[in-house]
């Protein structure tokens, strides 16, 4: 059997398929095996009536530009989002890291709020932090 032919005359054999193949899919597996981005700790501090400072630590395998947490989110049980920190840069060498968020204005009537990360690759979907609020109220 002749090998085939890719259109500008040179010849493609089945092992130079093979091979691209086989980097396509490492490259895409590398891309998964990161997995998702966890909240590992917070510490929450109410900075006046209704405002309130998040300090999040969150872990990922962040994997360069492609694949890592790009930010975290304060919501309430209903979805709404009363706070983001976005992370403008993988943090590859710096696992876990914590980065904090001033002046997330949070009414008094929520007393419950969730803190989740994201990553560039899988979005949210990792470990989550529940926060009472009342039990932190000045």
């Known amino acids: 059997m002749a090998p085939a032919r890719n259109g500008y005359g ?25 997995g998702e981005a966890d909240v590992v700790s917070v ?8 405002t309130w400072r998040f300090e999040v630590t969150v872990r990922h395998d962040d994997e360069g530009w492609d694949h890592y947490a790009d930010r975290w989110i304060v919501a309430g049980r ?15 060498n710096e696992q876990p890291f914590t980065r904090s968020q ?11 709020v969730i803190v989740k990360a994201h990553d560039s690759v899988h979005g949210f979907g990792g ?12």
Do not use: K, N, W
Not at 13 to 34: D, K, N, R
Not at 43 to 50: E, L, S
């Open 10 to 34: 040179r010849e493609v054999s089945a092992l130079s398929i093979v091979v691209v193949s086989v980097a396509a899919i490492l490259a895409t597996l590398t891309q998964v095996f990161a």
């Open 78 to 92: 209903d979805g709404t989002v009363y706070g983001e920190r976005v992370l403008l840069h993988p943090h590859e």
């Open 102 to 112: 001033p002046g997330i204005t949070i009414p008094d009537t929520v007393s419950t």
């Open 43 to 50: 510490v929450a501090r109410q900075q006046g009536a209704g």
């Open 127 to 138: 470990a989550e932090v529940t926060i009472d609020l009342d039990t932190l109220r000045q």
